[in-house]
Structure formats: C-alpha cells, structure tokens
C-alpha cells in the first residue's frame, strides 16, 4: 500500500482497520460497534486492548481524534478509497486463513472457520434450498492458510 499518512505509530493496516471501527462507531454507536463489527489487529497488544470493552472504549477515545485529523489532511475521496481497499483487504485475510470450505455447484466456495461448523452449515443449506443462492456441492479443505483448496468428499444432506 502506498504511504497513507498514517498519523499514529501503527502498522497501516491496524490504523485502517481503527478507521474502519470509527467509521461503524459513529453510525451505529460505540458498543453496538464493538459487539457486532469488533477490530481486528495484527499487532497482538493492540488485538488485546481490543478484546476488552473497556480498553478498547479508551483506545477509542484516546485516538478518535488522529482518525478525524487524518480523514482532512488525505481528503475525503481518498480516505474513502483506502477505507474501502482497508474493507477488501481484510476480508480477504479473513478468508485466506480459512482451512474449511464448501465449494458451491456455482464454484464458489464459501469459507468456514472450523470443519465442524462447515458441516453443519453444508447441511443447513442443503435441507433449506430456499434460504441462500448457495448450492453446496463438495466439502474442501486446505493445509495452509490461502493454500489451495483440496476436494474432501460431496456434500450430501443429513438424514
């Protein structure tokens, strides 16, 4: 990523992802944001302070500011563009660190953070055709994070 004007002494990916909470704290209220859209960090002190309601509250409030500041001196457009690009990015880390999936009969496969949860939702869908676009055809998995996804066996309907 190109220099973002990072204000603090974070990584860029940890200040956009503050952003990205301040942005949802200020639309749907502090803890309504914490409990529904919670910060994810790569530094693990700053991913501690996040996990505690009360410390998070304070990291909050010690740097909504720098987000504000930040926000003018780069300009709306362009804090839109990294927000959104910040929004793409980790999504897709969220995905890359996903061992379980099921590929749909559209080939698209849907991520699941554990095997038994991937079960259990291939199963959901399956017996509730109507609910989601997905069609579970085949249950993967992978060795490593992002790796390639190797077939497991198909997808069939729990009696």
């Known amino acids: 990523m190109t220099d973002i004007q990072n204000p603090t002494n974070w990584s860029d990916f940890d200040f956009l992802e503050f952003e990205a909470f301040v942005s949802k704290a200020e639309h749907e209220g502090f803890t309504y944001a914490a409990e529904e859209y919670p910060p994810y960090f790569e530094a693990p002190e700053l991913q501690t302070i996040a996990d505690d309601l009360g410390k998070l509250r304070?990291?909050?409030e010690d740097n909504v500011s720098?987000?504000?500041a930040w926000y003018?001196?780069?300009g709306g457009e362009r804090a839109c563009d990294l927000h959104n690009a910040h929004?793409?990015?980790a999504q897709q880390r969220?995905?890359?660190a996903c061992l379980f999936g099921i590929r749909c009969t559209d080939g698209h496969v849907l991520?699941?953070?554990t095997e038994d949860y991937r079960d259990r939702y291939?199963?959901?869908l399956l017996k509730n055709p109507d609910?989601?676009?997905q069609v579970p055809a085949v249950l993967v998995r992978r060795d490593v994070p992002g790796g390639e996804w190797t077939d497991e066996r198909p997808a069939t309907p729990t009696p």
């Open 131 to 133: 609910t989601e676009s």
């Open 87 to 89: 929004v793409d990015e």
């Open 58 to 60: 304070a990291l909050y």
């Open 122 to 124: 291939a199963a959901y």
């Open 94 to 96: 969220r995905e890359d």
């Open 111 to 113: 991520t699941c953070d």
């Open 66 to 68: 720098k987000v504000d």
């Open 72 to 74: 003018k001196q780069v």
